[in-house]
């Protein structure tokens, strides 16, 4: 199987990814979950990162940067042992710059000689005095960073209000005096108004600020003339929530290989946390629009095959309460699955020119005591062609059927059915959905 989403391995969880490349390499920065955690983020940094010719063969380079010792290493930051979050690296006259959210204290700035670090620490951000109170009394909420072409720096940050300065190249931590904005996206009631996650890039003549809005779990983005703005609203990159348990959302474009991609997050484990890394391709029209992109199944490539194993994870359609979570570092089923749920992929290629009407179609599921069976579609969950349907038992398996042949890209659908309906939960005095099965995963053979 290629490296669709979550592109990175199944154990990793990095979330508020910002992309970069450095060379002939695409970096992978983000903040660091905890399988099944109740919050947000820990207290390491990790950087991923693959050959800008290779996307499917990704490198974990360790730990970065730390704010707490662990068996491997000490702490980075004597005056706090807060939480790592959504940190941001740049290069500047050779030197990688890390700046570095840390919950309810003030963030820092680090340095290395190699874009993968690790990272020593340089210093906090120094905030002239008389700015404490307009940024927050130091902390840089979500920072992200931007080194213009003629070598000045900007800073951007915030939460539910937006602020940008201008650092000191010459230090890279300094925010020089009378360089502080406020609200460069405005703040409000509205969906489109700034929320957090600031991550600004620069695009032939236009700076773009992509950020999280106040209303959904999408990543939106404002266009300006200047690095300094003021920013004018462009409209949605992609949405996790679509059709999907959704949550906060946090990201980043990037341009590969003449590609641009848009690197996101998405929500394991029924809750808005264990967050993994996603990405989709993305087009920036000549007008400097990015027309908004749906989430699928495929991560960097193209299309999948359905002739190879496909673990139900990457799923990117989970309707009716169903949910992937973290059994143990190897298995990762969609659960719950009740009457009614769709569980959904995108796309796969079927291929072309095949001499029979028919194949085979084969699943993993871990039975629930339930009896029923799952619609195969193609294209439309609702409306699009059933082209089988395998029967469900009570007991752990492989469950088997043969289906109509496709030829063709199509999205892929299942749609699960209870053979038996609503069941009578004595305990609540109510009809109740059961769980069905546990879907590990399916292949399609000829």
Request: a negative charge; aromatic letters at 14%; proline letters at 5%.
């Amino acid at each position: 199987m290629k490296m669709a989403n979550p592109y990175l391995p199944n154990w990793e969880y990095i979330p508020d990814g910002e992309p970069r490349v450095f060379g002939n390499r695409v970096y992978v920065y983000g903040s660091h979950d905890t399988a099944g955690s109740g919050k947000f983020c820990d207290y390491k940094l990790k950087v991923w990162s693959a050959d800008v010719n290779d996307l499917d063969n990704w490198i974990c380079h360790g730990d970065s940067f730390h704010t707490r010792a662990d068996r491997d290493h000490e702490s980075d930051t004597p005056w706090t042992d807060g939480e790592l979050y959504a940190p941001d690296v740049v290069e500047k006259d050779g030197k990688y710059y890390l700046y570095a959210y840390i919950f309810y204290t003030k963030g820092c700035v680090a340095v290395s000689d190699r874009p993968e670090g690790p990272f020593k620490l340089l210093s906090q951000y120094r905030v002239p005095a008389m700015y404490e109170d307009d940024m927050d009394k130091g902390v840089f909420c979500d920072p992200g960073v931007l080194v213009d072409d003629d070598g000045r720096v900007y800073i951007y940050w915030g939460f539910e209000k937006s602020y940008m300065a201008e650092i000191n190249p010459e230090n890279m931590y300094e925010i020089l005096p009378g360089s502080v904005r406020k609200d460069i996206i405005p703040a409000g009631n509205g969906p489109s108004d700034f929320y957090e996650a600031c991550s600004p890039r620069k695009i032939g003549d236009r700076y773009y600020l992509v950020y999280s809005p106040r209303v959904g779990s999408r990543l939106d983005y404002a266009v300006s003339k200047s690095p300094t703005g003021p920013f004018e609203y462009g409209g949605t990159i992609v949405d996790n929530g679509v059709g999907y348990p959704g949550g906060n959302n946090h990201g980043s474009i990037c341009n590969i290989n003449g590609q641009w991609y848009v690197f996101y997050h998405r929500m394991t484990n029924n809750s808005v946390f264990s967050r993994r890394a996603c990405v989709e391709r993305i087009e920036i029209l000549d007008d400097g629009r990015i027309p908004q992109v749906e989430m699928t199944s495929l991560g960097f490539e193209e299309s999948l095959s359905p002739y190879r194993y496909v673990p139900a994870d990457i799923a990117c359609v989970l309707k009716g309460g169903c949910y992937i979570t973290e059994r143990n570092i190897f298995e990762r089923p969609v659960v719950n699955i009740t009457d009614g749920c769709v569980v959904g992929f995108k796309y796969f290629n079927f291929g072309e020119d095949y001499s029979g009407s028919t194949m085979e179609f084969s699943a993993k599921i871990r039975g629930c005591g339930a009896r029923g069976h799952v619609r195969i579609l193609i294209d439309d969950w609702r409306e699009g062609m059933e082209i089988g349907r395998c029967d469900i038992g009570m007991d752990d398996g492989i469950i088997y059927s043969t289906v109509r042949c496709v030829t063709g890209r199509h999205a892929l659908y299942f749609v699960f059915e209870d053979k038996y309906g609503d069941v009578w939960d004595f305990a609540k005095s109510s009809f109740e959905n059961r769980p069905i099965c546990e879907f590990e995963g399916f292949v399609f053979s000829k």
